[in-house]
């Protein structure tokens, strides 16, 4: 069936174009005008917005942690509504199957889960499964891990054995990408560090998080794998943490990276308060280094919990819990901190977070190189993301917001001086088209001929909130599936992930390894053949296996 | 069978209240029975639900501070079994916890060492060093005391060679690197729960300290996992209101049978080797792996034990989650709980449109 999109303005920044005209849709993919035939379905979408279908590079929606953090505060959706949040009161609205419904509804199509845990991956594919309509993917933890720790004590930094153990884990764990947390931070927690820096050492490993990471890319970049490595940097969350993140960023030397939520990284420590927008300074190092990319982990005020694999900081997190109650799990490789949060207006550092992270946005030379997140649900509930566009377009809406802010917190930051205002088509690069290309996802955030068809279409507006919450129409693969933001047809999405090829002796050394420490079999946490759905699962090729 | 599932679809289609108990099946056979729990506005609950749901109340109330099985066995340096339950769930579990071999890297240079905590009598593996505190006390007295001295708080106890051993068994504790209770929580009530979890509190501001919980029985833990991924709240809920709500009470499934709140069971015991007593009083449907003794009126469907005649994803201990169950010897002639609930689910759908 061909369905024409007619009349819109086609905002698409992959293919340099901002113009009205029509789109073309069959078997699930956008096409080329056809001659002379007639569409079958004409939906007449004049003086509304047409864009791809939106991309979210960080969220964490699926898997153990979430699950732990579903366990700890299953009133979370009554708090946030409560607080005007627009969530529905119950604990099902961060269930999974919520989370697809809401997504869709504001234009989402597909949804990356940046945490999964190498021996817990069925569970976060099963529950990744059970997400209607999005398509969704997964990141695998390293770094942390006993296995890759041993290698790099022995020296094996840029090894085969290394290169073959991320490729099994990438495989076996059907992952997008490799995620790194904290880097030996969470090993070092183990032996009792309560800090752990670039330049600390593992105890008993002797290998240092600056080693971790650069041998993690070294064998992401050797096995072709196109999303590099996801970095979550050591330091989180504390006052003078920009200059870590500087450092991790010279320390990159020119190769591709990816560095996850860092506004919770642009702090300096000058003032008063020994707390500071280091922003200007942090976008500096951002916009010299073109080899990395960031998403930035918008703060939003009101409830919500934060959930990381950096269980060193979410340890020292835990003082912070409103309310008060948190969990600090201690597993395999990196562990799982969850800590209820609720970042308020009248706090200073709240309030400070909240003007840094625009900050971040607005400083970018390069918004293809700057991607939109809130780091679900750490910085804000992804049901905020509206409210965040329309402060990026918005610079009254910006002032407006300030004004209810503390005093000291206003004068600590520049964004009131900062005067950019995000154009559509900057808002479709930071949410469609460079999570696309950073995640090697090269058939969908664009509208080229030969696309996924995941389309969603917004009426412009001035209230850059409502306008965004709820698409007018959403397609997911062809498929009509929201309509004046409602959901009217629930789809299935399918996992990408890749599939790099390893000397098959990795397998008897990881059995070998899981047995001995674990009493454990490797094949218990295969995900091959956990999911249950055909063609739930497609491939991504590396460039060099 | 499909005048069967007929008759099953039957009954749920006109039951007010339908709770479906048991639940011991695998993640795909859980997910089934909470999706037509939803449509039908009914219960769900699990055969092991009462340490699950204390668990998850103490957890909801005040978090929780668990380790892994891995991390224990390589890295804790001082383990306190509570209670007689541990070692009744697996008679094993000290030989796991002690392997003979050094295990990965560990904090400290203690020694390793067990702490028996309200159990006389255990088979420890060897040369492991064993505190056995027992005496009179009973469980909860012990955690109590032991909790006070941690904490080098005043407690009277005229039992001098009691005093001794929990002041020793403390100071332990206090040194300890990484110091590690395990318990089984269908056995604890929940203050004792708490009193563990405010030892874990107070150590961790100096070291390492952590819980390790024995998994409930018929795939307890995973069924409850994905109960709170699919509607965000764990096992003894009801989907009859317009949200889920959760009650350890109020949704126990031989409570509503017995009250005459619910008016048909689900019951679901399909895994091997495990089984949970079926409450009567309700007209039942039984989805079961095992000879199936019927009660008149039953509806009895054979169905595949998970992880047996099917693979199944279970909880597995050693990994702390939830991973997969390759089949012994496949059976296709049997069903899995899921085919047959999506096949239920179905007609009902059928039923519903006609």
Known sequence: MLVQLKGGRIIDPANDRDEVGDLYVENGRIVAKPDGREPDEVHDVSGKIVMAGAIDVHSHIAGTNVTLGRQLMPELPLLAAEGGQPILPSPAAWGSYATGIRYAEMGYTTVIEPAMIPTHAIEAHAELAAIPIIDVAGLVILGNDDYSLGLLRNGKAKSDELKDYVAWTLSHSKALGLKVINAGGSEAFKFNARKFGLDDVVPDYGVTSRGIVEAMQQAVEDLGVPHPPHVHCNNLGIAGNVETAVATLEATQGRPIHFAHIQFYGYGDEGEKGFSSGAPRLMEAVNKHKNATVDVGQVMFGQTITISGDVLRQFDGRRAANPKKWIISQGEGNGTGVVPYNYKKKSFVNALQWAIGLEIFLLAEDPWRVLFSTDHPNGALFVRYPEIFHLLMDRDERARWLDGLPEASRAASNLAGIARELTLSELAVITRAAPAKLLGLTDRGHLAPGAVADIAVYTEQKNKTKMFSAADLVFKSGNLVVRKGNVVRVTWGRCYHVEPGFDAQIEKRVSAFYDRYFGADPSWFDVSDAIHRPDRFATIPCSKS | ?354
Not at chain 2, 7 to 15: S, T, V
Not at chain 2, 51 to 73: H, K, Y
Not at chain 2, 81 to 93: F, K, M, T, Y
């Open chain 2, 1 to 354: 069978m499909d005048s069967t599932l007929e008759r099953a679809a039957e009954l749920l289609a006109r039951a007010r209240l339908p709770v479906f108990g048991g639940l011991f099946t695998d993640i795909e056979g859980a997910t089934a029975a909470i999706s037509l729990a939803e449509k039908l506005g009914g219960v769900i609950d699990h055969g092991a639900s009462e340490g699950l749901s204390r668990a998850a109340r103490v957890m909801r109330e005040t978090g929780v501070a668990p380790s892994s099985f891995g991390e224990v066995r390589n890295r804790a340096d001082t383990i306190v079994v509570i209670g007689e339950g541990p070692l009744a769930r697996d008679p094993e579990l000290l030989d796991k916890l002690f392997p003979a071999e050094p295990g990965l890297p560990r904090p400290g240079d203690n020694k390793r060492e067990l702490i028996l905590l309200g159990l006389d009598k255990a088979k420890t593996p060897k040369g492991v060093p064993v505190t056995v505190i027992d005496g009179k006390a009973s469980v909860p007295e012990l955690v109590a005391l032991l909790a006070a001295s941690v904490r080098e708080g005043r407690f009277d106890l005229r039992d001098e060679a009691l005093r001794g051993k929990i002041e020793k068994a403390a100071a332990r504790l206090r040194d300890s690197a990484f110091a590690v209770f395990v318990y089984d929580p269908a056995e604890l009530e929940e203050p004792v729960l708490h009193t563990v979890l405010e030892m874990v509190r107070l150590l961790v501001k100096t070291t390492r300290a952590a819980t390790m919980s024995l998994a409930a029985p018929g795939n307890g833990e995973g069924v409850n996992l994905c109960s709170t991924w699919t509607c965000g709240l764990p096992v003894r809920t009801s989907f009859a209101g317009d949200v889920p709500d959760n009650n350890m009470w109020a949704y126990e499934t031989e409570r509503l049978i017995a009250s005459g709140e619910a008016d048909a069971l689900v019951w679901i015991d399909a895994l091997d080797g495990e089984g949970a007593d079926r409450p009567k009083g309700a007209p039942a449907i039984v989805l079961t792996s095992k000879s199936a003794r019927a009660t008149r009126g039953d509806i009895v469907i054979e169905v595949g034990a998970a992880g047996a005649d099917h693979d199944a994803a279970l909880y597995l201990p050693p990994i702390a989650g939830i991973g997969m169950v390759k089949a012994k010897a496949a059976n296709k002639d049997k069903p899995s709980v899921a085919e047959v609930l999506t096949r239920i689910a179905g007609l009902i759908d059928a039923k519903r449109a006609a």
